[in-house]
Structures are given as C-alpha cells and as structure tokens.
C-alpha cells in the first residue's frame, strides 16, 4: 500500500544492541514483512541507513495512522538500559532537521514511540528533552542585520544639532560684543584718568 503524506515523524530503539541494520531487516523479513520497518535506522557509531522506502506503508508504529503518515526513525540499541551515544545523537538530531525540513512537518509532530502506543520505546533513557530543544533553537527565527538608520530622521538630528550650535555661537558673539564694548569703555575710563 501506498504512503499517504507525510505528517509524523515516530522515534524508536531497537530494544536490542544489533550489529547493524541489516540484522534489523533480516530479521523482519523472517517475520514475514516486506522490509525493515523502519524508515531510517541509526547505528551505533551514527551512520544513518535507509531502511523501507518512504513509497511505501511503515511498519514501525504499530498503529495504521502513523504507519500510513509517518517516518519512522530507529536508533539501534535498548535505551531503556544505556544511554544513546553521543555519535547516534547528533546524527538523529540532523536527520530530524532535514526530514522536518523536506517534508515540511512541525516539530510538535516529532514523537516518541510511546506517545501514540503502549510501549516503552524508545526507552526510558531516550533524551527527548535535549532533542526537541536542538530542534526549537535550530528553527526557532534567527535576529536579522541591525535596520539601517532612516536618512531623514538622521538628517533631522544633524540640522537640530547645527541649529542649536548656530545659537550657541550666536550668544557668543553677543557676549563678545559685550566684552568688546566694556573693554572700549575700560580704555576710555583710563585714558581720561591720565
């Protein structure tokens, strides 16, 4: 059956600390599924492997919704006993952005296992806060260049300032005048008294 969009992204573990992916799809296949169930598929050292074609229904949800409209993304090992490796974790972090990105799904919409069925995936030690803050300050809106000034206001700060300084300077050739005049009136006072 034929994906349908779309909408979800769902995290899981593996539960188990397989080698690598190809031991995951054999043994789904010998389940009798198609495929690997999921979509994408960590591995312990962070390589990030295509499992089933995004063409074509998950198997990973368990829940025929989020299996018709979401990517299903495991990293392998049980995270109910370790912690996700540092390489695992930023590897999932950037294939998170990316999937958001080229599909065009909200970061509401990236959920853990858990939170659509009765599971314990992806594990109890699955570090959602640390991953969903990565997702929210990597799309959250970045401040833009300063504005630049208006020319006009900036032009009628530079004429108020060069009027108040003509005042300025006006009052002081007042005061000199002043000055000058006092000081005619001083020499004529001591020219007289001589």
């Known amino acids: 059956m034929p994906r349908l969009d779309l909408t979800h992204i769902v995290i899981h573990h593996t539960g188990a600390e397989e080698k690598d992916t190809e031991q995951i799809r054999r043994y ?10 999921y979509d994408y598929v960590i591995e312990k050292d962070g390589k990030v492997v295509e499992g089933r074609s995004l063409s074509v229904q998950g198997a990973h949800a368990g829940v ?7 990517i299903g993304v495991a990293v392998i090992g049980n995270l109910s ?7 695992q974790l930023s590897s999932l972090i950037e294939l998170l952005k990316n999937l958001l990105v080229k599909y065009h799904i909200p970061i509401k919409n990236v959920l ?6 009765k599971t314990e995936c ?3 030690r699955f570090p959602k806060a640390t991953v969903m803050a990565a997702l929210e300050e990597y ?3 970045k401040p833009g260049p300063e504005k630049p000034a208006d020319p006009n ?3 009628e700060k530079l004429l108020a300032m060069l009027q108040e300084e003509r005042k300025k300077n006006q009052i ?3 005061r000199v005048k002043q000055l000058e005049k006092a000081l005619e009136e001083i020499q004529g006072i001591i020219l007289k008294n001589r």
């Open 139 to 141: 799309f959250s809106p």
């Open 28 to 37: 789904h296949m010998k389940l009798g599924w198609q495929d690997i169930g």
């Open 172 to 174: 002081l050739q007042q």
């Open 64 to 70: 025929t919704y989020y299996n018709q409209h979401a």
């Open 153 to 155: 206001k900036e032009l």
């Open 81 to 87: 006993k370790r912690d996700i490796y540092p390489e």
């Open 112 to 117: 853990l296992h858990r939170e659509i069925k």
């Open 122 to 124: 992806p594990g109890d």
